[in-house]
């Protein structure tokens, strides 16, 4: 859980371990009897991610990093020595899930997206993801979804185990390590140096290549496949396809979640369908797409849509429920198109 504060409803983020670990993480980690003291967090309100407004009268007991139980206050047994903390004038709201990050990276306009990969060396940047993991929570993001460490191989996995083993302060890290592109298709471009500049990403061409690389990125920890499905690339720059059809069945049909990214509208509906059959998130999908959610069994996210339906920016309670809710909702409607946003636990 995370506490904002009233009115302006600040996200505080100083609770947010305490929500459920992932089943993943649990079951890599022995069970251990909890041994510690339970506390119970009296706020002013608290907000389950369900109901329509905040709940007022509401405690949250906590043991170790789990909670045990939320509800009235008269209702919920609270053990005998619990330490009690009162929060007045706060709400208390579930740890947020961020889709798509980038913790390895920082704003354009501070440095250039070339200048950090080749320039930048790589205790800096893993210095600057450090930084970025604790800031992350610290806003109240309880897990993130790291999509590429652009140019510095599995070190999210690196990243993830920190944290796990509390060296330092961050999120639960569900690591990609590098997102696979098509051979030539990704920065840095090539023709803008005099040498021949590292990618930023995976390069594979052909389903060989292409499982071998799936399954190298596996073993070195990777929790999710991103894969670029096109790319502005070519002599004129625009977008299009990067892999072949049967490249793509290959990627998806192994047994990691996989994100889809950038699906491009030139590729034949029918075709798209079946190489996302086994896909589980799609991103910056075209509206063609989008109507066959229903079909594909997808779940499809629209990332431009999603800042704007979320409207954290206004930093009310309203924005931030109905952003949650656009978040994890499904679109279970194939003939509407709609801003879809569905970060589904698998």
Known sequence: MVRMHAPSLRIFAGLATITLRSGVAAAQQPAVPDTSRPVVLVPAAVWDGVAEAPARGWVVLVRGSRIAAAGPAG?????????????????????????????????????????????????????????????????????????????MADSDVQLRRAVEENIVPGPRILATTRAIVATGSYAPRRPNYAFDPPPGAEEASGAERIMRVVRDQIGHGADWIKVYADYGWGPDGKARPTFSQEELVVLVENKKPVTVTRSHPGIAISGQAAVLRSAHVVEAVSEALSRLSGRIGAAIVGND???????????????????????????????RHRANFSISAR
């Open 305 to 335: 849509d999603l800042v704007r339906r979320a409207r954290l920016a206004e930093n009310t309670f309203d924005g931030i429920r109905d952003g949650c809710r656009a978040i994890v909702s499904r679109n279970d409607d194939a003939d």
């Open 75 to 151: 209702r919920v047994e609270v053990p005998a020595g619990a330490e009690r903390v009162e929060l007045p004038g706060t709400t208390l709201i579930p740890g947020l899930i961020e889709g798509h990050s980038h913790l390895f990276l920082h704003p354009y306009d501070e440095t250039l997206w070339d200048d950090q990969v080749l320039k930048e060396p790589a205790g800096v940047r893993m210095a600057r993801a450090v930084a970025h993991a604790a800031a992350t929570l610290r806003a109240g993001v309880t897990t993130v979804r790291d999509l590429g460490t652009e140019g």
